[in-house]
């Protein structure tokens, strides 16, 4: 079965950090550019970081530039995310997904909670 | 930043009822290179359509996508109870690629 499966959510206090953890099967991992996704309570989609099948390319948007680390261990199939410097407004629900310029796999999503 | 922004808001019908949403771009979307997706309460987003009118894996005809350069349509033509949801098109023609605000289809 393809499956993209997150990891490493929780609450977490501003300014604190956290490391999200994105585990593919049912496909080859290596061959895709995977990117990380967040919604907001109530609110809509907004693409946080980008990186291609190899791992050498990244971006991210403006809202978490220097801030977050997108990497990738494609001999564990896994997609990661550091997250630093944490604010109330990165809580959101995050979910990774291949890319292949539109985005075909998604995992549940994992809940990120930034509050004292 | 390629703006896309979706219409209505809020799409109120009945099941049976064909659902038209439309997604304008600020520019033009080079090659069709437009997707849409369906997201209900709770679960994550799912491709329906990519490159302005090809439909996924395991999506029924009764949902279309076309249209090209600055607006684009995703026509559902009879809606069934599980299609009510909020529906979401995303750009993937220049960086960043953006998505739309959505568009809520509802019960009426």
């Known amino acids: 079965e393809v499956q993209l499966l997150e990891s490493g959510g929780g609450l977490v206090q501003p300014g604190g950090s956290l490391r999200l953890s994105c585990v593919a099967s049912?496909?080859?991992?290596?061959?895709?550019?995977m990117i990380w996704v967040r919604q907001a309570p109530g609110k809509g989609l907004e693409r946080v970081s980008g990186?291609?099948?190899?791992?050498?390319?990244?971006n991210y948007a403006d809202s978490v530039e220097g801030r977050y680390t997108i990497s990738r261990d494609n001999s564990k199939n896994t997609l990661y995310l550091q997250m630093s410097s944490l604010r109330a407004d990165d809580t959101a629900v995050y979910y990774c997904?291949?890319?292949?310029?539109?985005?075909?796999?998604w995992g549940q999503g994992t809940q990120v909670t930034v509050s004292s | 930043e390629v703006v896309l922004t979706q219409s209505p808001g809020t799409l109120s019908l009945s099941p049976g009822e064909r659902a038209t949403l439309s997604c304008r771009a600020s520019?033009?979307?080079?090659?069709?290179?437009l997707a849409w997706y369906q997201q209900k309460p709770g679960q994550a987003p799912r491709l329906l359509i990519y490159g302005a009118s090809n439909r996924a894996t395991g999506i029924p005809d009764t949902f279309s996508g076309s249209g090209s350069g600055t607006d684009f349509t995703l026509t559902i033509t009879r809606l069934e109870p599980e299609d009510f949801a909020v529906y979401y098109c995303q750009q993937y023609s220049d960086s960043p690629r953006t998505f739309g605000q959505g568009t809520r289809v509802e019960i009426k």
């Open positions: 520019q033009s979307v080079s090659s069709g290179k």
């Open positions: 049912g496909f080859t991992f290596s061959n895709y550019g």
């Open positions: 990186i291609n099948n190899g791992g050498s390319v990244t």
């Open positions: 997904a291949t890319s292949t310029g539109y985005y075909g796999i």
